[in-house]
C-alpha cells in the first residue's frame, strides 16, 4: 500500500511533527508500506525526530513562512499565489505517485486535496479540539475584524472542508462525539505513546513543571489556578515553573517562576500570559 503525508515540515520539535514521525515509522517498519512524507517547505533540513530511512520525504519548496512579515494585503496575495502553486505542485506529485491514501494534517493543502483526482482516498487529520480558531481569538482578544476572520475560517472547515474527505480523524472519543452533528465519517485514533516506564513518580520533592506551547488551547492559565488551589490544600508545595514557547511573533523561550509567594506571582504570570 502506498500512503502520502501531508505536513508544512518537520524540521521542528512539534506534537503533530511527533506523531507523523512515530506514524510513518510504523507504518513503514511493522507492515512495510510504502511511505512519503510531502512537506511543504522543508528549508533543505533535517527532520527533528528520528524519521525511518525507507519513509521518502518531498519537499515543494514553497515559503509560507516568508509571507508572516507582510502587511495584511500583501500577506493575502502571495499566500494565494503560494496556494496556486502547492496546488499544482502536489497534483503532479501525486498523479506521479497514485498512492492509495493521502493524508492531510489540516494545514495548507486541506482546502483543495479533496479535488485532486489522483485515485487515493483522502483522510483529514486534525490535532486541536473543535473550534480552537475560535477559542483562540477570543483568549487573546483579537481585534473585532481578525477575530471574525478566525470564526469565518473555523465556520468554514467545519462546514466545507471536513464533509469532503473520506474520513475525518480526530485524537479522542470526546472530540468524536463533538464532531458527529457535523460529519458521520469521523473516527477516533489516539496519539501512540512513545516510550515505557514502570518508574513511579516518589513525590518527595514538592515541585511541579509543565512544559509546553504558550497558546490558548494550552490553558496554562488554568493550570495556574489549579496549582493555587492544591497549594492552599496541601501546603507543601515549594516551587512551581512554566516553561513555554510562544512561536507567533517571536521564537524566544518564556520561563514564568510561581511560587512560593502565589498571589503576586500568580498575578503578574496572567498578565504576561
Not at 70 to 78: D, E
Not at 147 to 174: G, H, M, S
Not at 205 to 234: C, P, T, Y
Request: proline share 4%; aromatic share 10%.
Amino acid at each position: 500500500m502506498k500512503i502520502v503525508y501531508c505536513i508544512p515540515q518537520l524540521y521542528r520539535p512539534g506534537g503533530i511533527e511527533r506523531i507523523v514521525t512515530l506514524k510513518t515509522n510504523y507504518l513503514t517498519e511493522v507492515y512495510g508500506y510504502d511511505v512519503t512524507i510531502v512537506t511543504a517547505d522543508q528549508k533543505e533540513m533535517n527532520p527533528f525526530y528520528e524519521l525511518n530511512k525507507k519513509v521518502k520525504m518531498i519537499d515543494l519548496g514553497l515559503d509560507y513562512d516568508g509571507t508572516l512579515s507582510l502587511p495584511i494585503a500583501k500577506r493575502f496575495m502571495a499566500r494565494s499565489r503560494l496556494h496556486r502553486l502547492h496546488k499544482e505542485k502536489l497534483t503532479a506529485l501525486l498523479m506521479k505517485i497514485r498512492p492509495d491514501v493521502t493524508v492531510s494534517t489540516f494545514t495548507h493543502e486541506a482546502s483543495f486535496l479533496p479535488g485532486i483526482k489522483d485515485g487515493s482516498k483522502k483522510v483529514l487529520e486534525f490535532h486541536f479540539c473543535r473550534g480552537h480558531k475560535r477559542k483562540m481569538a477570543d483568549a487573546f482578544c483579537f481585534p473585532f475584524f481578525k477575530r471574525t476572520a478566525y470564526k469565518f475560517r473555523c465556520w468554514q472547515e467545519e462546514n466545507v472542508i471536513i464533509p469532503k474527505y473520506d474520513k475525518f480523524v480526530v485524537l479522542t472519543e470526546e472530540d468524536r462525539e463533538q464532531w458527529l452533528n457535523k460529519t458521520h465519517n469521523v473516527v477516533n485514533i489516539p496519539n501512540a505513546l512513545p516510550f515505557e516506564t514502570d518508574e513511579v513518580a516518589k513525590l518527595e520533592n514538592h515541585s511541579v513543571i509543565a512544559v509546553g506551547r504558550l497558546d490558548a488551547q494550552k490553558g496554562f492559565d488554568r493550570l495556574i489556578d489549579i496549582w493555587h488551589e492544591v497549594d492552599k490544600k496541601k501546603k507543601q508545595l515549594e516551587t512551581a515553573y512554566l516553561r513555554a514557547r510562544c512561536r507567533r511573533k517571536t521564537t524566544k523561550k518564556s520561563n514564568h517562576y510561581i511560587g512560593p509567594k502565589w498571589k503576586s506571582n500568580h498575578t503578574q504570570t496572567k498578565q504576561q500570559y
